[in-house]
């Protein structure tokens, strides 16, 4: 952490330094620091100018978020740095290159002017956090751009680029090159007056806009973060510092809030499942350049997609002459549609569907660096295809197999050097999805891994890794989520009942249209192997029964719900009759279900065996669960994940009701797992094992 000064004639230039992203904290001390150091500036007669830029690649990335589980109050001495800077006697030029974002932008706009280099992105990502701009940025960006375009930057979260920053006024010029010699060159010229930002009028078009973005809030949002942001807009007025203090009041409130927290929780998690424990950094990726794809189902096309979109060339081998013609053909379809829609330019479609090579036979994977199987799950098929890669492939070739639910390790034990097999295991539609489950099998080499784990972010996915269990980490919780959705339906509930209170929570999606969506047929065969496998674990057979009878879900035009334009889940009062019965059938009274006792056993279910897989190694830390439940399975991420959602609640809170479930019908399914009774016993979260 460092501010460095410069003098260059009668202008002092000030470059603030704070690791990666120069973050202003204010728990290390750098925004004192920074204000010190301006303070000196200032007072230092022979500087006339003062220019603010950012050391290393970016100007700032915002305040710092760490510091956001303190006081709040401690932000008032970013505010006041940032006054301080704003209400300088002498002119103070911004001298922006890469990213100003956040407080970054906030301090940018305390400013006098601002220059930005070309191709650096301004923006004010709050919202995404469940915070509002709060060091000033509710009440100088409208100052500056126009209530309208303020709104548009804040409520999205969504960066501008240099050029469009000065089209709505935000910066005063932007430059090619050398970012402060450009300040310099400014403030060598004769400067106007200094115009404070906050100084300037309240926007004509501020009531419009407000009205305009209250009319887009969303009702019943988990996070009040939009909501706020519009009210710190409507606070404008020609007081600067009363709507300073109200802004200061809403992002406390918010700071606090769960939806922030969770929030907060995803910004560290994304990036904490990206490091593997124990693991030295002396580890390194290997390149790949050509990836080879075996199998062009829908999965196999999906996969490919999200490589070719990724830049990488791939052949996709099928040995069905007709599935190859059509798996082309679907992705060719499919990166046209993203050239029709606007999304790529014709060119970039070209290039990407060049890249692509059809196969008929395995072959023609000789020379490629990572393979991914996404065949039949059989584990007589992986046998066929993994020995035939063993022998065709370079030594040094990563075997990867899409697999979710055989044994990668026996897969492995197809190869002769086991070390290069890891488990790739993508979620439906592969080119769509951002998780990435990155199975490590017992022999899986440290270098093969962390190739794993940095392909994946090259594809655009959140890449986590799971150790090897039936399931993994995703399905293995799914499992238990459903399981607690159907016995649920059988004891009194209605599809559109769960689904309602799931969806109310925060999910993407309820159970009921979730397996409508993959398939009932899916988790029927998942069912008939586990009644053979677990016959001690019984499911509600009810949705056997709407198997029975061909409905599959959206894809049979009938499962749970009826869809009668393809895609609309529509109640069928027969199904409503089916389950009804079906709970006489089994002697079951049905009962009135509280919403609130569907989601807590939907959600502790899988809270429980989140807390088994940490405990049993299967997942590196809770975090690993949490980001693959928000990723993989439409889990609120203003909830955090399971597991953060668990510590929300409190664990002894949470190991009280699985105890109680556990006493009741089925408690065999809430066996508490150990780790959570030991947390709870010491009066610990799940959070301590994320460090
Ligand atoms: N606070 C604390 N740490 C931050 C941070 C921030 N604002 N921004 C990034 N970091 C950390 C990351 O956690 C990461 O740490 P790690 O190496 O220990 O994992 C490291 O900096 C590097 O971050 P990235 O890997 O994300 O680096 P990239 O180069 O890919 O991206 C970035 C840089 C675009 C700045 C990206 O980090 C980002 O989007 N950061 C968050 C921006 C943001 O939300 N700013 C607003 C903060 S809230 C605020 O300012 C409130 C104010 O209004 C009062």
């Known amino acids: 952490m460092s501010v460095t000064k410069e003098a260059a004639g009668a202008v002092t230039v000030l470059r603030i330094g704070n690791g990666p992203v120069n973050a202003l904290s204010v728990g290390n001390g750098f925004v004192t620091e920074i204000g010190d150091a301006f303070a000196a500036a200032e007072a230092d007669q022979d500087c006339a100018a003062i220019v603010i830029a950012g050391e290393g690649r970016m100007f700032c990335g915002g305040a710092d978020i760490g510091d956001f589980d303190g006081d709040p109050a401690s932000l008032d001495t970013l505010r006041n740095m940032q006054l301080g800077v704003e209400n300088s006697g002498k002119p103070v030029i911004m001298a922006i290159h890469g990213v100003a974002l956040g407080g970054g932008l906030e301090l940018a706009m305390a400013g006098h002017y601002r220059i930005a280099q070309a191709g650096t992105k301004l923006g004010m990502p709050e919202v995404t956090l469940g915070l509002l701009p709060g060091g000033g940025g509710t009440q100088r960006l409208p100052r500056l751009t126009g209530a309208a375009a303020a709104l548009d930057m804040m409520l999205s979260g969504k960066p501008v680029s240099a050029e469009r920053a000065l089209e709505i006024g935000l910066v005063d010029k932007v430059v090619e090159g050398d970012v402060v010699a450009a300040a310099l060159a400014l403030a060598a010229e004769a400067l106007p007056p200094v115009r404070p930002s906050g100084a300037l009028p309240v926007p004509a078009d501020k009531a419009e806009a407000v009205e305009a973005a209250r009319a887009k809030l969303r009702p019943g949002a988990l996070s009040q973060a939009p909501a706020r942001i519009v009210d710190c807009v409507a606070a404008l007025s020609d007081d600067l510092a009363s709507g300073l203090a109200v802004e200061a009041r809403l992002f406390g409130e918010l700071m606090a809030s769960e939806a922030s927290r969770g929030l907060r929780h995803v910004f560290f ?82 290039a990407r569907l060049a890249a692509f090579t059809p196969a008929g036979s395995l072959d023609a994977l000789g020379d490629v660096d990572l393979v991914i199987e996404a065949v039949f799950e059989d584990i007589g098929v992986k046998e066929e295809v993994f020995t035939a890669l063993d022998r065709i492939t370079k030594p040094e070739a990563i075997l990867a197999s899409n697999t979710s639910t055989l044994d990668l390790d026996a897969i492995a034990a197809f190869v002769s050097d086991p070390s290069r097999v890891v488990g790739l295991h993508f979620f439906s539609p ?43 980490i995703g399905n293995r919780i799914f499992e238990e989520y459903l399981r607690q959705a159907w016995f649920l339906l059988e004891e009194g509930a209605l599809p559109q009942q769960v689904d309602a209170a799931m969806e109310a929570w925060g999910m993407a999606m309820g159970p009921c249209r979730t397996m409508d969506l993959a398939g009932q047929d899916i988790g029927w065969a998942v069912r008939k192997r586990r009644a053979v496998e677990q016959p001690d674990r019984p499911y509600s057979g009810v949705i056997d029964r709407i198997c029975e009878m061909g409905r599959f879900g959206q894809k049979t035009g009938k499962g749970i ?35 609130e006792e569907i989601v807590s056993r939907c959600v502790l279910a899988m809270v429980n065996e989140g807390a088994h897989i940490v405990g049993e190694g299967i997942a590196y830390r809770p975090v690993d669960v949490d980001m693959i439940y928000l990723y993989g399975y439409g889990f609120p991420r203003e909830r955090g994940g399971p597991m953060f959602h668990a510590d929300v609640i409190g664990l002894p809170a949470v190991l009280e009701s699985i105890r109680t479930y556990a006493a009741g019908r089925h408690g065999w399914a809430w066996e508490p797992a150990p780790l959570l009774v030991d947390l709870a016993a010491r009066g610990e979260t799940f959070e301590i094992l994320n460090a």
């Open 269 to 350: 998690g994304e990036r904490k499942v990206a490091r593997i424990p124990g693991l030295s950094s002396d580890v390194r990726p290997r390149p790949i350049a050509r990836v080879g794809v075996v199998g062009g189902g829908l999965m196999g096309t999906g996969i490919t997609i999200a490589l070719l979109n990724a830049g990488l060339s791939v052949t996709m081998v099928e040995l069905r002459e007709e599935a190859l013609a059509k798996a082309g053909a679907t992705i060719a379809k499919t990166i046209q549609r993203d050239v029709d829609k606007g999304r790529i330019a014709q060119d970039k479609a070209d």
């Open 430 to 472: 592969a080119n769509i999805m951002r998780l990435l489950e990155v199975v490590r099998g017992k022999a899986t080499a440290p270098e093969v891994l962390v190739t794993a784990m940095d392909f994946a972010k090259r594809i655009g996915k959140v890449g986590v890794v799971a150790g090897v269990c039936d399931g993994f």
């Open 561 to 595: 719900y009826l869809y009668p334009d393809g895609r609309t889940a529509e109640p069928d009062p027969e199904i409503d009759r089916l389950i009804i019965e079906y709970s006489a059938e089994i002697g079951l009274e049905r009962r009135t279900i509280s919403d």
